[in-house]
Nanobody, 120 residues
Framework: HVQLVESGGGSVQAGGSLILSCVASGYDYSDYCMGWFRQAPGKEREGVAVANSEGLATYVDSAKGRFTISRDNDNSRLSLQMNSLKPEDTAIYYC???????????????WGQGTQVTVS
C-alpha cells in the first residue's frame, strides 16, 4: 500500500520561501519517479517539478530558478524548496509517484493528500 504524506505548506508573503516535504512508504521508493504537482482553484493540476530515480530534475518554466526539488532515496523523502514565491504560486501542492517521469499526470499512479500554499 503506497502512502505519500506531504507537509510544509502554509501562508507566506510574496518574495518569501517555503519548503514542502513528502514522505513515502509502502513501495520501493528509489525505483520510481517522484514529482510535485499543484492545482489552483478553477485550474487543472499541473506539474511543477519531477525527479527521476537518479535524481535528475525537470522543472516547469515558471519554477525554474526559484524552486528546487530533491529526493533522499535512503529515507524515502522528497522535498521542494520554493523561493521568491509569487501570488500565482498559490495552490494545493501534491506529491506523486509513478513509473515514468514528465508532467503528464497519467504517469503518476499514487498521490498524497495535498498541502495548501498561499502567497499574498
Amino acid at each position: 500500500h503506497v502512502q505519500l504524506v506531504e507537509s510544509g505548506g502554509g501562508s507566506v508573503q510574496a518574495g518569501g520561501s517555503l519548503i514542502l516535504s513528502c514522505v513515502a512508504s509502502g513501495y520501493d521508493y528509489s525505483d520510481y519517479c517522484m514529482g510535485w504537482f499543484r492545482q489552483a482553484p478553477g485550474k487543472e493540476r499541473e506539474g511543477v517539478a519531477v525527479a527521476n530515480s537518479e535524481g535528475l530534475a525537470t522543472y516547469v518554466d515558471s519554477a525554474k530558478g526559484r524552486f528546487t526539488i530533491s529526493r533522499d532515496n535512503d529515507n524515502s523523502r522528497l522535498s521542494l524548496q520554493m523561493n521568491s514565491l509569487k501570488p500565482e504560486d498559490t495552490a494545493i501542492y501534491y506529491c506523486a509517484t509513478g513509473p515514468a517521469c514528465g508532467f503528464n499526470t497519467r504517469n503518476f499512479d499514487s498521490w498524497g493528500q495535498g498541502t495548501q500554499v498561499t502567497v499574498s
